[in-house]
T-cell receptor
């Protein structure tokens, strides 16, 4: 089955700086890669996703890049703000046959230092 | 829409007792997922349903865990008998798939289970 590794496990950045979180996956057939944000005591919520037919996707201050050859994808947050502090999870899925199963990484706790 | 609804929000029980967690997915969603979240193991998929039918239960830890979805608006996750190592936050999530592969999974608020 799919295995997703995520690094780093914790990350502290100064407010206004950029943050980058990286994930690798094992199943070359995976073709859907979402990122979820979980604030303390809250539920995970989707912030951005990318499919394997594109290499990059942006939404305001967040962007995701995908390298299918190397089987890794990354989340980039620019101009970080205190409200970006949370745990971020990457995930991967092989959509073949209507499969909806997501395999999550272990999470990155991002702390923005004011 | 009220979103995914889970009950109870908190459950404290003693080892050996039966625990039943409940979930109401978003109306119109045809996929329902049960996850367990712990510090040690992160976010694990236990089982998911499509149109009330279990599709993948490979994440269910052992026979003490069972899940049902008797209709499109209700699902239960049961643990019998419960053990201290079952202590975790259990999330239910739902999604709809418009034929283009997986779409956003909407998570419920979770049930924090403590087994003493």
């Amino acid at each position: 089955g799919e295995n997703v590794e995520q690094h780093p496990s914790t990350l502290s950045v100064q407010e206004g700086d950029s943050a980058v979180i990286k994930c690798t996956y094992s199943d070359s057939a995976s073709n859907y890669f979402p990122w979820y944000k979980q604030e303390l005591g809250k539920r995970p919520q989707l912030i951005i996703d990318i499919r394997s037919n594109v290499g990059e996707k942006k939404d305001q201050r967040i962007a995701v890049t995908l390298n299918k050859t190397a089987k890794h994808f990354s989340l980039h947050i620019t101009e970080t703000q205190p409200e970006d502090s949370a745990v971020y999870f990457c995930a991967a899925s092989n959509q073949a046959g209507g499969n909806e199963k997501l395999t999550f990484g272990t999470g990155t706790r991002l702390t923005i230092i004011p | 829409d009220a979103g995914v609804i889970q009950s109870p929000r908190h459950e404290v029980t003693e080892m050996g007792q039966e625990v039943t967690l409940r979930c109401k997915p978003i109306s119109g969603h045809d996929y329902l997922f049960w996850y367990r979240q712990t510090m040690m193991r992160g976010l694990e998929l236990l089982i998911y349903f499509n149109n009330n039918v279990p599709i993948d239960d490979s994440g269910m830890p052992e026979d003490r865990f069972s899940a049902k979805m008797p209709n499109a608006s209700f699902s239960t996750l049961k643990i019998q008998p419960s053990e201290p190592r079952d202590s975790a936050v259990y999330f239910c999530a739902s999604s709809s798939s418009p034929g283009q592969g997986a779409s956003e999974q909407f998570f419920g608020p979770g049930t924090r289970l403590t087994v003493l």
